[in-house]
């Protein structure tokens, strides 16, 4: 095709934009190859590189297929160990997810950049803060612009090829003054990002179609909040299960083993402990999840299928 | 007394210094109120800090009683895990394993310093390098001395009151543009080294007699060094127990689980791996490790003792 052949065809898809937005909306189920109104679900594993037990869990939540996408945080101190499984295992769906918080009470860690670059993110001893509350309240912008890009830089560096963009803690999402650059790093290195459909309501009224029509957003987003017994767990995850309409779908877990090191990585929290991340991972590998997932006609997918969707000329 | 009164008891101190000398010398046994000849042992615990293993088994060392001192590596991730044990057990005798290399393949720390203060002890990564004489090639004194003196003011903000400094790897010890660093926090801070007195043959000649005469130096230093069968982990302590003689002497220990986390920490290192580190715990905690120090007359001691006694006035 001669040169000016091509520019025929790109005016032509140009023309062609107005009346392709008028008629019915393909849906992103659609252009992922499954029906309109599939309920696509991600199973996410959170936190990888906090602990060797954060890891290893993950790891097999991976290898059981019940997990389809999980994200790394960068600046924990089993980040690198990590990174060599990644690179042992290239096809695994991973993301970044975005560290600026530090929450455990005795193990702690700062920024991937040198201290006196985000002096705003962090406390006296170096570490980041332990609530996106007082992480938002002292952040500069432009700290957080290095500190993140360095964060996504670094897992590059270490082999890893990333699916998506999150957030710890919603640091960056849920503070105004932080979030166009979560959205900006996301259109720089050509990632989706976890963004709900419900944050739209929190920026400006006028703002919202620009961004529906710019980001890939989740249509539902569920995680076990708050304590619960061993008994409900799958109870919960069912209620869960069953609400899940039509659209994108992330389901958040959190897997650990319930030992030595993750006990004391998260003393004095039963929320998100060591038991609780146990229960996450006892439920996603058992037969009773995959049964769920069945019988509420649940189709998995990974961040890695709307990142390639992204990237599609 | 009035000051007069001390003035003369002073220079009645400084014309006595000569005949003193001339006397047979007080032993450092005799100081901390033992027979002159005997055998004093300082059994230490190297590495505390450096994971959640380690921790546990270190303060079990302690708790059993055949620990008598440890050090602790204040840049890694679980220091202040150790730290808030050390607060509830403040007779704890815990000094600072200086810390300048990260010797692990996937596990990692750099400094206590913002990196862009002490930018030849870090790789690109900002972590450590893994040997000694890496480290030594590239460090520039001035920021070796920040870094050391960080760790230590780190080590007293979180609680720890010093018995001693020794160090990881030797690294300050064994490196000849480093070691007068090492001697002059020692001053600094009022506390004893981990000087073996084999060190005082690798500084001019001239200089050892006056570091002999302010330095508290180890007469014998023990640790197993190489890969060794299970079998004879107790024949060859024994063999380096029935080595000791009069003086000080330190027998290093590495104590942690062989458990998930430091199998991890350890991974393609059987030498002073999780497996060593189990059998060191399983061997120190053990009654043959008693009966072998009594059979053999040994004292032991820790660094506070000698600490203190530095300190009287």
Known sequence: MRSSAIGTVLSAAVLCVTPVMVRAQTTLAQKLGYPA??????????????SRSQNVASEKGFA????????????????PDFAAYYREHPGLDVGIHITLTAEWDYYKWGGVSPAGEIPSLLDEYGHFYPTAEAAAQHAVPAEVEKEVRAQIQRAIALGIKPSHLDTHMGTILVTPQLAPIYLK???????????????LQTVPADQRDALAAQYVLL?????????DST?????????????????????????????TEMQAVTVNHPDFGAAWRQRDLDFVTSPAFKQML????????SWGQIRDLMRRP
Request: proline share 7%.
């Open 37 to 50: 109104t599939a309920k696509l679900l991600i199973v996410h594993a959170d936190d990888i590189g906090v």
């Open 64 to 79: 059981s297929g019940a997990v389809t996408s999980g994200s790394v945080m960068v600046p924990c101190p089993w980040f």
């Open 185 to 199: 790093l996301g259109k720089e290195f050509g990632l989706p990002l976890l963004l709900p459909r419900e944050w």
């Open 219 to 227: 249509d539902g987003l569920y995680m076990i909040e708050a304590a």
């Open 231 to 259: 008994k409900t767990w799958p109870l919960r995850y069912e209620e869960m299960i069953a609400q899940m309409g039509p659209g994108l779908n992330e389901l958040i877990v959190h897997l650990a083993l319930d030992d």
């Open 294 to 301: 069945k019988a509420h006609d649940i189709t998995l997918v």
